[in-house]
């Protein structure tokens, strides 16, 4: 028999604010007041820096359908964290010398570093690369993304910045106790937390190792070593460092895992790949149809809520009137569409919906480059924070806080213009610019769900 078709969601009805849960956890988010401060703040720079009078400037519209509030849904970020403080551009500006890097001309260069080499005395490293999972499945065994693909997405995503990739002979796994190459392959059986070799063109550092306490991976590196590592390796005149690892990582005792962390006073970043692995999305419940943009799904954003408030139960409750929820709901869905149509967000929904779907058995490609778009996102993220760019709570954006893997995929690839405005300055790049070297990338990439979504996005706010 033929298989049936999914049925996917169409998104008929955007939301553009905070979910009911927000109130729930006690956020308030920024006052109409403290919004209209920074964007006052921001518009002055942008007076100064042009010489014209303010009310000559081009500005953009700010707010409201153009750029959605932070969506927190339960256990996101904001959720877990309600009064975290906002940081205005005002802020950003004061920060000192040894709190915010400054882009010169001596030190205008992102370097990458891709994933190690592994020496054959280490070779049992390649096993923890893989997803493990009960039965083996087509999404378990998938290449990863080319490295190359993430450069140039940050050369794009940081126009006027120099992206540059390191040789791979920069970091390589080797044997921590090189004399003594049994007790190397041991640690692949060890149930301790050994160390192993990271070969660098000064030094060997060592990394801790542990076995993942979820069993997705064999075994994982600590997060604080590596950071330590990435500082060695920083070139005297780089402006940041990000550095990329295949394997699981995790940073304290307690935690299960981390994808990674940026110490953005010292300019270096570690993402991991590892979790972004489309074979663990089941298993992590990651929710692909309604990744970014269409986690501003109304339906999808209360369906969220009431499974956390009503502990799964998602029976349509009765209105006043005698019809459920998803009645009334589709009685306005018409209106509702038109009153969205003219969006930028809508506009990256068309596009979104418009690829197959990511749910229906796609092959080992699509699912290289949905982990591609995935490990792209959170790369530009950290990076910004050697900008200084602190976690965003005014609108929903690239500088938002993530809480879970599940988060991650909600959350948009753009910058809101509080922090668009602190990344201009720090590069002094134009705008109009930037944007068209970012949507020639989509363009280029418009098989890939977040790409296409995102030029669209970027097409309808110039």
Known sequence: MPKRAVSRCTHPTLTFDSSNHAAEVGFRGPTPRQLAAVHTSIEEENTKSSGKRKR?????????????????????????????????????KRMRQDERNRVTNKRKTIYVIGP????DDVDFVQTWNQVRSRGAKKEDHIPPPDIQDVVDYLSAYYHGMTVEVLPPSTATFIAWEAKRPRAAKALAKSSKTPLIGLQTSKEIIGIRTRPSLDKAYKAQLNLDDLLDAAIAMLPADAFALLFLVQQDLYQSPEDE??????????????????????GLDSKQEIEREHA??????????????????????????????????KESQQASDAIKVEQHADTPLRAAITAHAALPSLSSSPDPDTLTRLWLGRVCRTASHEVAHCFGIGHCVYYGCNMQGSASIREDARQAPYLCPVDWAKLQKATGVDASERSKTLIKYCNDKREIHLFAALGAWLENTE
């Open 56 to 92: 000559d400037l081009d500005t953009p519209a700010l707010g409201g359908k153009l750029f959605p509030a932070p969506l927190i849904l339960p256990e996101d970020d904001l959720a877990l964290d309600p009064t975290h403080p906002p940081q205005s551009f005002s802020e950003w």
């Open 292 to 325: 970014w943009p269409a986690s501003h799904c109304a339906t999808y954003v209360a369906s969220c809520c009431d499974e956390a408030t009503n502990d799964g139960n998602k029976a349509a409750k009765r209105s006043k009137n005698g019809a459920t929820r």
């Open 257 to 278: 895992f981390v994808c990674g962390l940026a110490y953005g006073g010292s300019r270096v970043s570690v993402v991991s790949m590892a979790r972004y692995h489309p």
């Open 116 to 119: 190690p080499a592994i020496t």
